[in-house]
Antibody, heavy 127, light 106 residues
């Protein structure tokens, strides 16, 4: 059974770097059927996509965060990670890691969606 | 980025009601749309993908329709466990989510 588990500090000081890991069990992060992503949710607000990492290591980031975010693959540990630099209070959120299913139909239609999520971890930016 | 607009932002309904939530994309996204359910303190849960395909394990009272710019999530007969917030998400370009629709008890 697939499980994703976020881990990392729950409190980060302003201007410092937020670092989170997502440990995947029940599936290989090297599978080409899937990519892996981070989504965040500020308290009481909606969902915001942060970025996605393919099995090959290609990355795609939210343009509003692109200069500050890095997502990396750690295949030996079956993990992927998120770093977000120069954080401010606006980065306070629950951070979710998720599996992105790269879905293909025989008709040729291709799409993708997040079919499995971690439980989320609250990161607060405060001095 | 493609703007996703959900309506209404909240609604009150009773058990047994038929509920419809609308999601409009800022440009055509074909069928690259998913719907998620989120309960308080929990991660989102995938309900519908490719606009109308029901995710495995999701009750058949949930259905999705639409293509292009206008999409609908329908709950045919609202159950107590369906009171939650619902989000649409497009994957035509870099992902964006709608603002959410909170379904609460009338």
């Amino acid at each position: 059974q697939l499980q994703l588990q976020e881990s990392g500090p729950g409190l980060v000081k302003p201007s410092e770097t937020l670092s989170l890991s997502c440990t995947v069990s029940g599936a290989s992060i090297r599978s080409s059927t899937y990519s892996w992503g981070w989504i965040r949710q500020p308290p009481g607000k909606g969902l915001e996509w942060v970025g996605t990492l393919s099995h090959s290591g290609s990355t795609y980031y939210n343009s509003s965060l692109k200069s500050r975010v890095t997502i990396s693959l750690h295949t030996s540990k079956n993990q992927f990670s998120l770093t977000l630099s120069s954080v401010t209070a606006a980065d306070t959120a629950v951070y979710y890691c998720a599996r992105r299913w790269n879905y293909y139909e025989t008709s040729g239609f291709e799409t993708h969606f997040f079919d499995s999520w971690g439980q989320g971890t609250l990161v607060t930016v405060s001095s | 980025d493609i703007l996703m607009t959900q309506s209404p932002s909240s609604l009150s309904a009773s058990v047994g009601d038929r509920v419809t939530i609308t999601c409009r994309a800022g440009q055509s996204i074909s069928s690259h749309l998913s719907w998620y359910q989120q309960k308080p303190g929990k991660a989102p849960n995938l309900l519908i993908y490719a606009a109308s395909s029901l995710q495995s394990g999701v009750p058949s009272r949930f259905s999705g329709s639409g293509s292009g710019t206008d999409f609908t999530l329908t709950i045919s007969t609202l159950q107590p466990e369906d009171f939650a917030t619902y989000y649409c998400q497009q994957s035509y370009t870099t992902p964006t989510f709608g603002g959410g629709t909170k379904v609460d008890i009338k």
